[in-house]
Nanobody, 128 residues
């Protein structure tokens, strides 16, 4: 089992930045690929970014490419999402997720069904 706790959400103005953190506990953090998803009111949960199990491969949704960066720190069992140049359409609850899908490959999981463990989410609101 893996427990995930997100933090770092909040209210920010258009063009601003936030860094989300996801602290993992439980089984060996380095065995997992990690992802960030988000869900806006009335919409489906959508993929944002992922980092593969080795930490050397990343993948981003087109909507955030060039603005968001996912990274991890195995020593701290934490994955981060640095969000720059925020837009009102980035407003959502952001969820951290973990999976062993694609272990030992270069694949960065990007589908909801590929993830086994989820955090409770953190709210990000971008005001115009």
């Amino acid at each position: 089992q893996v427990q995930l706790v997100e933090s770092g959400g909040g209210l920010v103005q258009v063009g601003g930045s936030l860094r989300l953190s996801c602290a993992a506990s439980g089984r060996t953090f380095s065995s997992y690929a990690m992802g960030w998803f988000r869900q806006a009111p009335g919409k489906e949960r959508e993929f944002v970014a992922a980092i593969n199990w080795s930490g050397r491969g990343t993948y981003y949704a087109d909507s955030v490419k060039g603005r968001f960066t996912i990274s991890n720190d195995n020593a701290k069992n934490t994955v981060y999402l640095q969000m720059n140049s925020l837009k009102p359409e980035d407003t959502a609850v952001y969820y951290c997720a973990a999976t062993t899908w694609g272990k030992y490959s270069d694949y960065s999981p990007r589908l909801r069904d590929e993830y086994d463990y989820w955090g409770q989410g953190t709210q990000v609101t971008v005001s115009s």
